[in-house]
Nanobody, 118 residues
């Protein structure tokens, strides 16, 4: 049983920054990768960023250069540092963890709201 708890969401002005954090209930070394998805009103859920066991990362084109994903194995957390925020970044952000052994499975957090508005 895995629980993921996101925090750090809120209201921020365009051009501002927020740091999201996801705390896992078990060691994150159990996972092949951890990441963040987001879903805006009326939009499909989309991948924002991923970080793998050896710290390789992948980002959506829309956030490259503005968002940074990181993990802390000792604290069992994965963070998303967001800067130069735009109104189109407004969405519910979800933490996710994935493992492929012994069977593929993905865990999801409850989501945290990020609103970018003046």
């Amino acid at each position: 049983q895995v629980q993921l708890v996101e925090s750090g969401g809120g209201l921020v002005q365009p051009g501002g920054s927020l740091r999201l954090s996801c705390a896992a209930s078990i060691s994150i070394t159990n996972f092949y990768s951890m990441g963040w998805y987001r879903q805006a009103p009326g939009k499909q859920r989309e991948l924002v960023a991923l970080i793998a066991r050896r710290s390789s990362t992948d980002y959506a084109a829309s956030v490259k250069g503005r968002f940074t994903i990181s993990r802390d194995n000792a604290k069992n957390t994965v963070d998303l540092q967001m800067s130069s925020l735009k109104p189109e970044d407004t969405a519910v952000y979800y933490c996710t963890c994935y493992r492929d052994s012994p069977l593929p499975i993905t865990y999801w957090g409850q989501g945290t709201q990020v609103t970018v508005s003046s």
